[in-house]
Nanobody
């Protein structure tokens, strides 16, 4: 199983980014997916999750209204649209796959992880 995350970069506060995560080696449409992030010196934290079909999502309170998680099962790809970026959004963003159709907000519930993509927001 391979999860390849991309789309990070160095941006200014207020900018937008779209992160992508391409899955291979599994039946992508059978898995719930999630995004997590880890800032320097902090623990990995939940950002957003989406169920297998894309019709159920949940978000961390800190990103509600700014982040949107969605998926394209035909392309085996998960996305995270990030708007109105803030310096506190600076982190490595990881995508993760869960061998279940249902979402979960805890990292331990995910079975497969991507390598991460760095997002740095300058003020």
């Amino acid at each position: 199983v391979q999860l390849q995350a991309s789309g990070g970069g160095l941006v200014q506060a207020g900018d937008s980014l779209r992160l992508s995560c391409v899955s291979s080696g599994r039946i992508f449409s059978a898995d719930a997916m999630g995004w997590f992030r880890q800032a320097p010196g902090k623990e990995r934290e939940f950002v957003a999750a989406i169920n297998w079909s894309g019709d159920s999502t949940n978000y961390a309170d800190s990103v509600k209204g700014r982040f949107t998680i969605f998926r394209d099962n035909a392309k085996n790809t998960l996305y995270l649209q990030i708007n109105s970026l803030k310096p506190e959004d600076t982190a490595v963003y990881y995508c993760a796959a869960r061998a279940s159709r249902l979402t979960h907000h805890q990292a331990y519930a995910y079975d497969y992880w991507g390598q991460g993509t760095q997002v740095t927001v300058s003020s």
